[in-house]
């Protein structure tokens, strides 16, 4: 059972940077896509960065293209998020999912929906 749990949330001011943490368990990542999602109050759940099986690619949405970066320490069972430039836009909870795919070639979060879930961590971005 993959289990997935964040950290690293937290409030800053715009322009400011966060760094997300996803410690992360009974998952490979030689054949598991690792992402982070993000949802506002009374908006849709949006796929914000990805990292494909074995680290064969990225995605971020263009709303973050540029200013987050994913990454994953595959010694370690973590995946990070680095937030840099953060805009009050950027306010939401943020959440680590997980989903199997060998293939990589279903990892796009914007058009799959993952598997497993971390509990989330609220990043606040004030004016």
């Known amino acids: 059972q993959v289990q997935l749990v964040e950290s690293g949330g937290g409030s800053v001011q715009a322009g400011g940077s966060l760094r997300l943490s996803c410690a992360a368990s009974?998952?490979?990542?030689?054949?598991?896509?690792l992402g982070w999602f993000r949802q506002a109050p009374g908006k849709e759940r949006e796929g914000v960065a990805a990292i494909y099986p074995r680290g064969a690619g990225t995605y971020y949405a263009d709303s973050v293209k540029v200013r987050f970066t994913v990454s994953q320490d595959n010694a370690k069972n973590t995946l990070w998020l680095q937030m840099n430039n953060l805009k009050p836009e950027d306010t939401a909870m943020y959440y680590c999912?997980?989903?199997?795919?060998?293939?990589?070639?279903?990892?796009?979060?914007?058009?799959?929906?993952?598997?497993?879930w971390g509990q989330g961590t609220q990043v606040t971005v004030s004016v």
């Open positions: 999912a997980a989903r199997r795919d060998y293939s990589g070639s279903w990892c796009n979060p914007s058009i799959v929906d993952y598997t497993y």
């Open positions: 009974g998952y490979t990542y030689m054949s598991y896509c």
